[in-house]
């Protein structure tokens, strides 16, 4: 052992009284530098392998740029928290650390990174698309910076107003902003802020021509009209609706209506007997909408020839039956006789069919002053008032009963008295080819003596023994109507102005009742010209719109006429043509 004194102390053998040398830090290993942030950041570092010989106490990074500075106090590994740094910059860092002897070297430096910024717009949003009702807008984000990833919210304003709901980066033009200028505030957002942006306005947004209406069922209903039912369109353009025009196919006739919902249209001047379509637009104070699908096909209905000449025929003159017949012409003028064809009869009826020719049929006849033979025999005329012989008859023979036209172009025999039966109210339908059918049940009051004309066109009525009963145009009879004026018996009756029909005559009077075009009988109109018994009386329509009463028996056989305007006015007496005589009937043919 040795002793040692001046430079050092040696005690013995490997034992020094000098410390150790202690020195500053090795440089630690930079790890990876995140943004965490608009101003801050984290750093981390791996310690040094060599702490000099002290125990390392802080860490430090520092950025560039800036020198912004961050510590950890620890002696190992670990993340230095920045802050301090400024929004959207870029930095890189170095790390140093320090013991008891100092601060060592700095590390090398990390990657760069940039701090994160709360959104702001740099190019305005652009809204575009057409500012019309119905369209729909769509509008860009514009371009943003803003860091992290920026999502984007959407408010559609009404010339400044928000839009309730209207939130997303499309919007479909409503009736509302009619008027108005529209735009689009943009909103960006991320987990530092938000900021909003507005879009340019578009010009005021203008109303447009209606979408098409949805076309439902046309219908016929005349020999010139139809009717075409629609639904109004989804869209109206953004302005009330005022017409909707339904056009013909063929032709390109017009019907209007002046509404704004669903609704139907009414078309007139068609031509009778054609198949049309119809097409549905519906108009704003804009235009005019497409047209809508084409509707069904209907076809109007065939013309009613109304009749323009008349024929009187049979009857009964003086201790004999007879089957002469008189025409009328067009202008109501009575020829003289024809030589009967036929069965010679009284109190037969008489009516129109098949559009333009006409059937007497029924009656009461025989050997004078027997009369004892009832009949239902027909005989037809043609349209040029050539009478047919017999044809052998079908269903209950009677007479005192009445025939009219209906359904435009057939007719019906009606009620009447029969041999061993009584007053019936059977009927007898009349094809329009002129074949009659067999007895149909009787609706209303059996009775005897009664008249019956066409009317409405296309229907008839029998009356007025007390009361009526109208018969719908396909030959169903209706039900007794309370009788209106005086009832009597044995009169005459006759369609006149083209779709109403008169009564007139019988029971020794010269009284009228009107009936209108949809049945209704009219009160008693004083009578004009000669009273006479109208079982003798008998009446038909002639020159398409008017009527005449002939013949009867006032005191003695007549052969005098009274015609009837196509108002209803019944004329005085006009000198009789032909041989006078009662019981007779007659009928309008020929549609020339």
Do not use: H
């Not at 500053?24 to 392998?49: C, E, M, Q």
């Not at 049945?519 to 329509?541: F, P, Y």
């Amino acid at each position: 052992m040795a002793l040692t004194i001046g430079s050092g102390i040696t005690f013995g053998s490997g034992i020094s009284l000098n410390p150790p040398s202690v020195t500053v830090p090795g440089a630690p290993t930079i790890g990876t530098a995140t943004a965490t942030g608009t101003t801050t950041a984290t750093v981390s570092f791996t310690a040094p392998a060599s702490n000099g010989g002290a125990t390392i106490t802080t860490y430090t990074a520092t950025s560039s740029p800036g020198n912004i500075t961050g510590t950890l106090s620890q002696a190992g590994s670990g993340t230095i928290n920045m802050t301090g740094l400024t929004s959207g910059t870029s930095y890189t860092f170095t790390v140093t650390a320090t013991n008891s002897a100092g601060t060592g070297n700095a590390s090398a430096s990390s990657n760069s990174i940039t701090t994160f910024t709360i959104p702001a717009n740099t190019v305005a949003p652009v809204v575009s698309g057409t500012a019309s009702f119905g369209s729909t807008l769509s509008t860009t984000n514009g371009t943003w910076t803003g860091t992290p990833t920026i999502t984007f919210t959407y408010q559609w304003q009404r010339n400044g107003t928000n839009i309730g709901s209207a939130t997303a980066s499309t919007y479909t033009l409503v009736q509302a902003d009619i008027g108005n200028p529209i735009r689009c505030v943009v909103t960006g957002t991320n987990s530092y802020g938000n900021a909003s942006a507005n879009s340019n306005a578009t010009s005021n947004v203008v109303a447009i021509a209606p979408g098409a209406p949805t076309v439902g069922t046309a219908t016929a209903t005349g020999e010139t009209t139809a009717t075409v039912a629609f639904t109004a369109p989804a869209s109206n353009g953004g302005a009330t609706i005022t017409t909707y025009t339904a056009t013909s196919s063929p032709g390109g006739i017009t019907g209007t209506l002046s509404q704004a919902g669903s609704g139907t249209i009414t078309v007139t001047g068609l031509t009778a007997s054609t198949s049309y379509t119809f097409t549905v637009t519906a108009t704003n104070s804009i235009g005019t909408s497409s047209p809508s699908a084409s509707s069904n096909s209907i076809t109007t209905d065939s013309p009613i020839i109304y009749t323009q000449k008349a024929i009187f025929g049979y009857g009964e003159i003086t201790n004999e039956f007879t089957s002469i017949t008189n025409k009328v012409s067009n202008t109501g003028v009575v020829a003289t006789d024809t030589a009967g064809v036929g069965t010679p009869r009284k109190q037969l009826a008489a009516a129109g069919y098949g559009i333009d020719k006409a059937i007497f049929g029924y009656g009461y006849g025989g050997v004078w002053p027997n009369n004892s033979n009832y009949y239902s025999l027909t005989n037809l005329v043609t349209n040029t008032g050539v009478v047919s012989t017999d044809t052998a008859g079908v269903g209950t023979a009677r007479n005192g009963l009445a025939a009219a036209g209906y359904g435009g172009d057939k007719a019906i025999f009606g009620y009447g008295g029969a041999p061993g039966i009584g007053n019936v109210s059977m009927t007898n339908l009349v094809s329009n080819t002129g074949v009659v059918g067999n007895d149909v049940t009787g609706v209303g009051t059996a009775r005897y003596g009664i008249a019956a004309a066409r009317y409405g066109g296309d229907k008839a009525i029998f009356g007025t023994g007390g009361s009526s009963n109208l018969v719908s145009n396909t030959g169903v009879v209706g039900n007794d109507v309370a009788g209106v004026g005086t009832a009597k018996s044995n009169l005459a009756a006759a369609g006149y102005g083209g779709d109403k029909a008169i009564f007139g005559f019988g029971n020794g009077s010269s009284v009228t009742n009107l009936v209108s075009n949809t049945g209704v009988v009219g009160n008693d109109v004083a009578g004009v010209g000669t009273a006479r018994n109208g079982a003798g009386v008998a009446a038909a329509t002639y020159g398409g719109d008017k009527a005449v009463f002939g013949y009867g028996y006032a005191s003695a056989y007549v052969s005098i006429t009274n015609k009837v305007s196509n108002t209803g006015v019944v004329a005085t007496d006009t000198a009789g043509v032909g041989t006078g005589r009662s019981n007779l009937a007659a009928a309008g043919y020929s549609g020339t």
